[in-house]
């Protein structure tokens, strides 16, 4: 009898056990905006329900909220505006800043001005009614949505029946408005998330000959990418053809030291052992000092949504310095980051680069980031 009792009880801690650890407590937001929404929403139950990346719908005010985790943090809470059709069709970053946005019209949020001003002020304008009527163009299906990019500067939203504008919306590209941040907020969560970057598995992707630019140095084919602004500044990637299957692989050898570190730095494709040291320059002359694997730091940006760009700067018997880019264009903003490195490195399976980073300029100041580049 007590060994049938020992054995129920065990079986119940093994059901138990992995409810209890898919429904740990969400706790992590992904902005100290987000965070200040949930606690005016009294959202603490709700998010005890939700796993790590999950999605709930609520209601506040009679109209649909949403609420989104990923990672086992909260994402996004916001209105529901758009629908799950429109935002596979498109990506881009505008559905959850006006989702959220309207939201925090109506949330009884702390506030420096009015809400008028602060519109003003963000530089959001908008026709065909009021924002606060947004949440009703929710599963209109008479209504075609248009979302664009103008100039890398400003977006503007528009909903038409029968090609006719019915309600459009305009602000600018700007990422402490898409999110609802402050630079110093920005920063202080680039170096949490840099620090704490999963590590990644990096996969090499195919490509044709076809594709290929050949060179006059045997065994050496370029990739055309992009250039930014600068010739030399540009997103190529700098391959080899391997003697046994014939495939093309990214050149990463001490003989073409130049090629090696910008495919390092422009793909996440190369598996390696070396480490940043990561010095990020913050406001008010403060920086944030870390270290990190290389192949985390690369892939971070990347899942970000950012384009790698690389220039070299300086080439010596000593050192190698280069200018890396990482451009977030819906965004409006890109990274700068100093890469310096021994001219050896690539002597060696491992070693530490040194990486200077100076975040989220907005990308109306990049033309004169480039004119200092060229001095």
């Not at 070396?274 to 971070?300: E, M, R, S």
Request: proline share 4%.
């Amino acid at each position: 009898m007590i060994k049938s009792l020992k054995i129920t009880m065990l079986l119940c801690l093994s059901l138990w056990i992995p409810t209890s650890v898919v429904r740990a407590h969400i706790n992590s937001f992904a902005t100290d905006q987000l965070k200040e929404m949930s606690q005016v929403m009294q959202l603490s139950a709700q998010l005890d329900s939700l796993s790590p990346n999950d999605t709930l719908y609520i209601k506040y005010q009679g109209k649909d909220v949403i609420v989104r985790t990923k990672n086992n943090r909260v994402n996004h809470i916001g209105y529901c505006i758009f629908t799950p059709e429109q935002r596979s069709s498109m990506q881009s970053p505008v559905f959850d800043f006006l989702e959220r946005y309207v939201l925090t019209l109506d949330l009884p949020l702390k506030r420096v001005k009015p809400i008028n001003n602060q519109l003003a002020e963000d530089g959001i304008s908008f026709s065909g009614g009021e924002i606060s009527s947004m949440p009703h163009l929710y599963n209109d299906s008479t209504l075609n949505l248009s979302v664009s990019l103008v100039d890398d500067k400003k977006y503007n939203v528009s909903w038409e029946k029968d090609n006719v504008p019915t309600f459009s919306i305009e602000f600018p590209a700007s990422y402490d408005l898409l999110h609802g941040t402050e630079m110093s907020e920005n920063e202080r969560r680039l170096a949490e998330d840099l620090k704490s970057a999963p590590k990644v598995e990096c996969k090499s992707k195919q490509v044709a000959k076809e594709q290929l630019l050949p060179n006059f140095f045997i065994n050496y084919y370029i990739l055309p990418g992009e250039s930014y602004y600068l010739d030399n500044l540009n997103s190529n990637k700098y391959y080899k053809q391997d003697s046994v299957n014939g495939g093309y692989s990214l050149i990463f050898t001490p003989h073409y030291p130049i090629e090696s570190i910008s495919n390092l730095f422009t793909s996440n494709e190369i598996n390696c052992d070396y480490k940043i040291d990561v010095t990020l320059k913050q406001y008010g002359f403060k920086q944030t000092q870390f270290t990190i694997p290389a192949n985390n730091f690369v892939n971070y940006f990347f899942e970000q949504g950012c384009k790698a760009f690389f220039g070299l700067k300086e080439y010596t018997d000593k050192k190698i310095v280069g200018l890396l880019i990482m451009l977030n264009r819906a965004e409006g903003y890109c990274h700068t980051i100093r890469v310096t490195a021994d001219t050896d490195i690539l002597d060696n399976s491992t070693g530490n680069f040194k990486a200077r980073i100076v975040s989220y300029i907005p990308v109306s100041r990049i033309k004169s980031l480039y004119e200092e580049y060229e001095n």
